[in-house]
């Protein structure tokens, strides 16, 4: 990593299509800004209670960036913005009211272990990821 992780992915651990969007944002984060922790993980819980107030699942992606939590389809359109090339645009969504952008984000959070199943374990690193996660 050619540089210090400044944001960081919380993401549920045992959900497939979760551990898909890691993967997909490390392979487009060379650089390393991000860094991640399921919220299943001790580090992850911890983050949970210090910046939302509790360490229960949150039923979303958060994103932790300049001290400030930021939770469903804001999380998910900032990670976009912070990401190389074409991705970024998606990010101009973010003028569709929070709102609308939020119930369908919730809607696809409900279905998502229906839709994309559920892994037996929770993701941790994979090789050449170490680093990217927080213990």
Not at 7 to 34: E, H, M, N
Request: proline content about 4%.
């Amino acid at each position: 990593m050619s540089s210090p992780a400044v944001y960081i992915v919380l993401f549920d651990g045992v959900c497939k299509l979760c551990t898909r969007s890691v993967r997909f944002i490390i392979q487009r984060d060379p650089a390393g800004y991000f860094c991640f922790a399921s919220i299943q993980s001790t580090a992850g819980k911890a983050l949970l209670q210090k910046y939302l107030g509790s360490a229960t699942e949150v039923g979303s992606v958060v994103l932790i960036a300049n001290e400030k939590a930021y939770v469903r389809s804001d999380a998910a359109l900032l990670i976009l913005r912070h990401l190389p090339g074409t991705w970024r645009f998606l990010s101009y969504l973010m003028i569709v009211p929070r709102p609308l952008r939020d119930l369908v984000y919730r809607l696809i959070a409900r279905y998502r272990y229906r839709l994309f199943g559920v892994r037996a374990t929770c993701l941790l690193t994979l090789p050449g990821w170490e680093g990217r996660f927080l213990e």
